[in-house]
């Protein structure tokens, strides 16, 4: 699973959790319930699009510059392997702490960006901050309106069976656009 689409699967996780907690309690006969589709949210708001292709072009650049440096080190240890036999010690042991230098640098920038809580992640979590917020805005002020006790999120996976009329999708998108002053 690529590192956007987990990211975008936690997020619609978090979007479900934090509507679950928004939601006042009411006697089961009584609860209405509607349901979002997040995945789909994400595919067609023009923010979530525009978000994810921002956090594409940072990972294409951090992946180039991973690039560059993994192939730093393979020219040192290529040229370490080569010319080992014909170099004096102290050259011998420049170009190997050259080398290890280089494999440090390339370790670390890797841990950096892709490790646990690297600028990946965080740059993931920060641009989807935003999209959830207003999709979690736009969600209560459909809920509140219809009068919907909770609303679920089909992309999560919790919904064996809903009616077609619960599904709140194209009017959450409907929503935000209009939020964002884009007209349909």
């Given at each position: 699973m690529s590192a956007s689409r987990s990211a975008r699967r936690f997020a619609a996780v978090a979007l479900v959790a934090s509507l679950a907690c928004a939601v006042a309690p009411a006697h089961a006969a009584d609860v209405r319930v509607g349901y979002i589709d997040s995945a789909k949210l994400f595919q067609?708001?023009?923010a979530a699009q525009d978000a994810q292709a921002r956090f594409d072009r940072q990972v294409q650049s951090w992946r180039d510059e991973?690039?560059?440096k993994?192939?730093?080190v393979k020219v040192l240890r290529d040229q370490v392997k080569d010319e080992t036999p014909i170099l004096s010690a102290?050259?011998?042991q420049e170009r190997e702490e050259a080398l290890n230098k280089a494999v440090n640098e390339y370790?670390?920038?890797i841990q950096?960006?892709?490790?646990p809580n690297g600028r990946a992640s965080q740059e993931n979590e920060t641009s989807t901050k935003e999209i959830i917020g207003q999709i979690r805005a736009a969600v209560e002020k459909?809920?509140?309106?219809r009068g919907l006790d909770l609303v679920l999120d089909a992309a999560g996976g919790s919904i064996i069976y809903a009616s077609r009329e619960l599904d709140l999708t194209a009017d959450v998108l409907q929503e935000l656009n209009t939020n964002a002053g884009i007209k349909p």
């Open positions: 067609q708001y023009k991973a690039a560059e993994e192939k730093a102290a050259r011998r370790e670390a920038f950096d960006v892709w490790g459909l809920a509140a309106t």
